[in-house]
């Protein structure tokens, strides 16, 4: 599909029209790529149905973009594009993903050192040449440093959030084939982690009935097909292997992916196995071993003779084990815990009554209220907090306080507007709130108090060091108006490390001032799971938020879900699964 190549060149564009300074051309290009990576059909099959006009038809993409658009599926280039690169050749996708380097500070690093990619910049840092440069300095350098080491070690694996999505369209055309008879996910992307090495998937194939029952030839022709199916599927750009029961495949977007075909009679024990992780299996590896049993992926064994093998439960049933979460399974004293049969009964998605932390177009989000809303019903939700940016933050148009009473009304009238109608669904009011250097808040206290809730994070001044941080963060979480602690350490997976904070510390104030701790679902996943389960252990209560800047993003509570269920936390852990009333009267 050329959409993705399309929406990268107009990322690209938006970076060097940054570059120059012109005003709102670059958030059109953005606009136009966000909207090309969301929509499910090929933009070359748009524009041979309908031509210019249908492509005008997408959101986003107004007469220069489909001028754009045109031009390349003729000619495979877009020449402002190419311009662009002639005067300024360097790899910008690959540069700006270092933390601290924006599209401007990359120009200057071509043009005063000559840097074009990330091993030159490595070399420039070893060779402190960048610190002189003019408006860098010691810290930025270091900073770029810090920026490079994290990519380093993130290389290579994505956010859960950017391949589920993508694994989950293949499942369901494996699932769909008829040569299928069951399927499962397995691997890290089971276990939810926050980011995804490969994708794993396991499958049965539907015995073939040519063959007699338990022949080694059963089902061997299926499982032909499924192979031959999953290697040809869109997307696969390169295949590392094909065997007879296992396949390995490269795909466009950068990621790889294992299939492997197991007979039913040993589904659980490789699902259990395939699952992981590799820490988990060799502590019920030895369990069974214990036991004078043996357990691989074919089964568990007594002897030669098969006791388990079929259903994972089964499996852990003849352990001795309850049934274990794949969440859980990271060797991290879940076991025990299954022995002492004191699992926790983990929170799930079902269990979310509603999402407070979305942005509407009030600020920089990209939907109404009521669209946001209408989503969040669609989604079983009772209630939405609506939480835009305040006044400190212009780059997102945060308001300010005449413009959050004015949003209160609004908020209001939709309020009174489902009651007439008898709609049983509420739009909470509160905002997402900057804590400013000095632990104050950047909107008067008097009208926080007039809000349904408060959200404050920290968004300015992060590299600051750890006592001053804790002593701004500690102020802010005493104020009486602010409830919840946005993305309480600010990291982002893969880009940032946490700020320098004492996490300790947090827990101790959010335990004595009653201050709600965020499990952020966005590429934050923040906090993380040890954090989450630190949390749970001190009694502090937390809420799973999206922190969506429009309707779709609403969808990312998912990974928010699985990254608590990761922390053990359980239902009553997390305020937002209380209607309304509750949640409110759980707050300050
Ligand atoms: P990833 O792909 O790096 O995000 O992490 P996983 O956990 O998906 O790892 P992967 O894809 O290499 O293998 C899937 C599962 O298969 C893994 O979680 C446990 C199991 N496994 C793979 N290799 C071994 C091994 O050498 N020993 C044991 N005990 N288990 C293994
Ligand atoms: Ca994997
Ligand atoms: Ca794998």
């Known amino acids: 599909m050329k959409n993705q190549e399309i929406a990268k060149i107009f990322y690209e564009i938006a970076r060097f029209l940054q570059i120059d300074k012109v005003a709102f051309k670059p958030y059109a290009y953005e606009r136009a790529a966000v909207s090309l990576e969301a929509i499910k059909d090929d933009v070359a099959q748009i524009y041979i149905k309908g031509g210019r006009k249908m492509l005008e038809e997408i959101e986003g993409i107004g007469k220069a973009m489909s001028d754009h658009i045109e031009e390349y599926l003729k000619t495979g280039k877009i020449k402002l594009y190419e311009e662009f690169k002639k005067k300024l050749p360097v790899q910008m996708d690959e540069l700006v993903k270092v933390e601290g380097l924006g599209p401007r500070k990359v120009k200057v690093l071509y043009q005063e050192l000559g840097i074009k990619n990330i091993k030159d910049l490595e070399k420039a840092v070893k060779k402190h040449t960048i610190a002189p440069l003019f408006g860098f300095g010691e810290k930025t350098e270091k900073n770029i440093m810090q920026g490079l080491e ?28 008829k040569e299928v008879q069951k399927i499962s996910l397995a691997g890290s992307l089971r276990r939810g982690k926050e980011t995804i090495g490969d994708v794993d998937f396991l499958v049965v194939s539907r015995p073939d009935k040519k063959y007699g029952r338990g022949s080694p030839r059963e089902a061997a022709k299926n499982t032909q097909k499924i192979m031959d199916f999953f290697v040809a599927l869109p997307g696969v ?50 369990i069974a071993i214990d036991k004078g049993l043996k357990l691989s992926e074919y089964g568990l064994f007594k002897g030669s003779k098969i006791i388990a093998g079929k259903t994972e439960e089964e499996v852990y049933r003849a352990l001795g084990l309850p049934y274990i979460a794949p969440e859980l399974r990271e060797d991290q004293g879940e076991i ?23 942005h509407s177009n009030w600020n920089g989000g990209e939907n109404s209220i009521e669209v946001m809303a209408r989503s969040a019903m669609d989604l079983g939700y009772e209630y939405i907090g609506i939480s835009d940016h305040t006044k400190f933050l212009k780059i997102e148009n945060g308001l300010d306080e005449k413009k959050l009473l004015k949003q209160k009304e609004a908020i209001k009238k939709i309020n009174e507007n489902y009651k007439k109608k008898g709609i049983k669904f509420r739009v909470l009011h509160g905002c997402e709130a900057n ?53 309480p350490t600010g990291r982002i997976v893969g880009q940032r490390d946490e700020y320098q904070i004492d996490f300790d510390k947090i827990l101790q104030i959010a335990k004595n001032t009653g201050t709600i701790l965020e499990i952020n679902s966005s590429s934050r996943l923040d906090l993380r799971d040890l954090y989450i389960r630190r949390a749970k252990a001190e009694g502090v209560k937390m809420i799973i938020n999206t922190d969506s800047h429009k309707k779709e993003q609403l969808l990312l509570m998912e990974y928010g879900a699985m990254q608590a269920r990761r922390g053990w936390a359980e239902k009553n852990d997390i305020i937002n699964t209380l209607p309304a009333e509750e949640l409110l009267k759980s707050l300050k």
């Open 237 to 286: 750009k390169k295949i590392w292997g094909k065997g007879g029961t296992k396949a390995s495949v490269h795909m466009a977007d950068g990621f790889d992916m294992d299939l492997r075909i197991v007979p039913e009679k040993s589904y659980g024990a490789a699902l259990q196995y395939f699952t992981g992780s590799q820490a988990h299996n060799i502590a019920t590896r030895k």
């Open 435 to 487: 804590i400013l250097n000095d632990g104050s808040i950047d909107i008067k206290d008097e009208v926080l108090a007039q809000l349904d809730y408060v959200i404050a994070g920290v968004h300015s001044t992060l590299k600051m060091e750890k006592g001053e941080l804790m002593e701004r963060i500690e102020k802010a979480m005493k104020n009486p108006n602010v409830d919840i602690f946005a993305h």
């Open 336 to 358: 025990d815990t299954a022995l002492k049969n004191t699992l926790p009964d983990l929170v799930e998605l079902k269990d979310i009554k509603g999402d407070l932390h979305c």
């Open 150 to 177: 994290f990519l380093k070690q993130s290389k290579g694996r994505s956010l859960i959030s950017d391949i589920k999505p993508v694994a989950m369209e293949v499942y369901k055309k494996l699932e769909n084939l």
